[in-house]
Nanobody, 126 residues
């Protein structure tokens, strides 16, 4: 069992930056690949980015590539999402999620994650 708690979401102006944090507790954090998803009102939950258990592999959704950066610190049991050049369309609830590192299915789909946090609200004003 893994518990995930996101933090860092808040109101920010367009063009600004924000760093989200995901704190993990429970089973060994380094045995999980991590992902960030977001969900805007009335929309489906959307893949943002993922990182392998070692931090050696990262993937980004097209809408955030070049602006967002995912990272992790296994010693601190934390994953991070650095968001730069924020746009109003980035407004959403952001969720971190964990999937066992031995899974071979795609990291892009919500069904392929084993644990989820409760989410943190990010609002970008124009």
């Amino acid at each position: 069992q893994v518990q995930l708690v996101e933090s860092g979401g808040r109101l920010v102006q367009a063009g600004g930056s924000l760093r989200l944090s995901c704190a993990a507790s429970g089973r060994a954090f380094s045995t999980y690949n991590m992902g960030w998803f977001r969900q805007a009102p009335g929309k489906e939950r959307e893949f943002v980015t993922s990182i392998s258990w070692s931090g050696g592999g990262t993937y980004y959704g097209d809408s955030v590539a070049g602006r967002f950066t995912i990272s992790r610190d296994n010693a601190k049991n934390r994953a991070y999402l650095q968001m730069n050049s924020l746009k109003p369309e980035d407004t959403a609830v952001y969720y971190c999620a964990a999937r066992r590192k031995d899974r071979r299915d795609s990291a892009y789909f919500t069904d392929n994650y084993d644990y989820w946090g409760q989410g943190t609200q990010v609002t970008v004003s124009s």
